[in-house]
């Protein structure tokens, strides 16, 4: 089998590699035992808006379910909405979930009614920002876009 | 190259990431389907087509519990549509297979169509050599929810599942689009709610009067994808269907018109690109139609020739 139908006849740069950019994805899961999901929904959208790709998964997600969309789904970014109160319980676990699949290179983003003062904590594990009741749903998007971490083999 | 030694190890990562690099049609992903060609062709490749909302996800998710249990290893691509307006997707057939997060043996990425038609993505063929390649047995492709426009799964599976569901509406309207000659299986989802056996029969009626080229008679399956009723008939169909392909001689006649599909799409789309990228080189014979000196297809024959020197 020849595998050099990328190499250097003169035809092959039709069918060059794409030069185009791909659009951010992005993870939206609710963990554990909470039935609020207008927040993720109306978030999922406005990514969509924006012109991400985002994986829904819906309510009541183990962190090993997350871990695993996100190692399947290769996301550049996986957010994490939560308005049951159990974040402090719920995120070591999603982040040790994610560590132990070897998916240490993505952006770790949380929303929903999370206090102020459990802010430093969730940071601690590795949240990189958190977005609470109110937040400007163009905020986040910029957020994503700047921080979304850019990969050096993949054009953004 | 590294991550393809890995996926073939069986690292999900590493086939995670090789389906990124195909999925955006990079260098390594065109030399990771080029490296892994070779050992492709094994599996069983099988398409879930359907109007939205008849159950197509939640079906898969039954199918890959069924195929588990007798120890298959099942790789899935799920694909919703790309919003045309701003480029971006809202990926949601994952929410239904949700139960398969801790199985090895399951792999399930989710594709946007990204401005491809017939219910496909553009990098699919890709994706399902890569799939085959690492050693899934079953492959099975969820297509976007199909109304009135044509299904071109029918071009890239071994056995293509058409599936509906009762007194939607939508179930007569999908056969009009040319589904009911190209589905090599039915299935009547939701069985459940009623009224299935009713759209059974009438489905069994339209498929006798069908003209049909093969000795294989699609089958009517009722089943229920939420309460995993009539399931094992579903894979049982399926199953049929491959192996009458393979005795029938038919599979290699399948194998030939995937592979013609899949280059004339290539062809295709190089040729796309040239004229998108190339514009300056199509104006003057253009130039020449507007102004009535040319015919249309005189000047498209200049620009084909135009294109085959230049390159
Ligand atoms: C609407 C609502 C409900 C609805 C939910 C409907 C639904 N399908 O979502 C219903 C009536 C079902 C409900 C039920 C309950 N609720 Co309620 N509910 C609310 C309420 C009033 C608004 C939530 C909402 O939808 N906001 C609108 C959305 C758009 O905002 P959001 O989710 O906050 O999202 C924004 C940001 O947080 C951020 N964001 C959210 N997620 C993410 C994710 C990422 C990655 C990012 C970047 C950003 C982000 O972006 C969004 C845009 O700004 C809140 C109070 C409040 N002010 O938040 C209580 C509240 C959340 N509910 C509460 C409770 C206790 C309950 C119940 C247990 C019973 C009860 N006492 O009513 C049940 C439990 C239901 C269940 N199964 O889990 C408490 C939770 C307390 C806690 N956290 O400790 C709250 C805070 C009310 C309170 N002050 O007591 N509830
Ligand atoms: N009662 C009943 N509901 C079902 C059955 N199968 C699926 N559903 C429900 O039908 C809805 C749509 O199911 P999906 O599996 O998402 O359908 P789909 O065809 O994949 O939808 P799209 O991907 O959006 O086109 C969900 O609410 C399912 O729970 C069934 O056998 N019985
Ligand atoms: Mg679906």
């Not at chain 1, 963990?31 to 406005?46: E, N, Q, W, Y």
């Not at chain 2, 691509?77 to 399951?106: K, N, Q, Y």
């Not at chain 2, 899934?136 to 071009?155: K, N, S």
């Not at chain 2, 009517?220 to 309460?227: D, F, G, N, R, T």
Request: aromatic residues 2%.
């Amino acid at each position: 089998m020849s595998t050099s139908d990328t190499g250097s006849e003169a035809a092959a740069g039709w069918l060059a590699p794409s030069e185009r950019s791909r659009p951010i994805r992005v993870l939206i899961a609710k963990p554990g035992l909470d039935g609020h999901d207008r927040g993720a929904k109306v978030l999922a959208r406005a990514l969509r808006d924006a012109g991400f790709e985002v994986i829904y998964t819906g309510l009541f997600q183990s962190p090993e379910m997350i871990a695993t969309a996100a190692l399947q789904e290769d996301v550049d970014v996986v957010g994490l909405s939560i308005l049951s109160g159990a974040h402090l319980s719920l995120f070591p676990r999603i982040m040790e979930a994610l560590r132990e699949r070897g998916v240490d290179d993505v952006l770790v983003i949380a929303g929903g009614t999370i206090p102020d003062e459990d802010v430093p904590e969730l940071k601690r594990l590795g949240v990189a920002e958190v977005f609470g009741p109110g937040s400007s749903l163009r905020s986040i998007v910029e957020y994503i876009r700047r921080h979304a971490p850019v990969r050096d083999d993949i054009a953004q | 190259m590294r991550l393809i030694d890995e996926a073939l190890a069986g690292n999900q990562r590493a086939l995670a990431r090789l389906a990124t690099h195909i999925e955006n049609d990079t260098e390594i992903g065109q030399q990771a389907v080029a490296a892994l060609y070779a050992r492709t062709g094994r599996a069983h490749i099988v398409g879930i087509t359907g109007p939205p909302g008849a159950g197509k996800s939640t079906l898969v998710n039954a199918l890959i519990g069924q195929a588990r249990a007798d120890g298959r290893r099942v790789g899935v691509l799920a694909i919703d549509p790309t919003s045309p307006l701003s480029g971006g997707a809202v990926l949601g057939d994952r929410i239904r297979m949700l139960e398969r997060h801790g199985d090895e043996g399951v792999f399930i990425r989710s594709l946007a169509s990204r401005g491809r038609r017939g219910g496909l993505a553009p990098a699919i063929s890709g994706l399902i050599h890569l799939l085959d390649a690492v050693g899934f047995d079953l492959i099975i492709i969820e297509t976007v929810g199909v109304g009135q426009e044509e299904v071109d799964a029918a071009a890239v599976v071994h056995t293509l599942v058409l599936v509906q569901m009762p007194r939607s509406g939508d179930a007569v309207q999908v056969l009009k689009a040319g589904v009911l000659e190209l589905a090599d299986i039915f299935v009547v989802n939701k069985a459940d709610l009623g009224g299935a056996e009713e759209l059974a029969r009438e489905l069994r009626g339209m498929v006798a009067m069908a003209p049909s080229e093969s000795r294989w008679r699609s089958p009517v399956i009722v089943c229920s994808a939420v309460s995993g009723q009539g399931i094992d008939d579903v894979l049982a169909a399926i199953d049929d269907h491959r192996r009458y392909l393979t005795d029938s001689g038919e599979l290699a006649r399948r194998q030939q018109s995937i592979a013609a599909a899949e280059v004339k799409t290539l062809v295709a789309s190089a040729v796309d690109r040239l004229l998108r990228d190339s514009s300056a080189s199509v104006a003057p014979p253009v130039e020449d139609v507007a102004q009535r000196r040319q015919t249309p297809r005189a000047a498209a024959l200049e620009i084909i020739r135009s294109l085959a020197l230049n390159r």
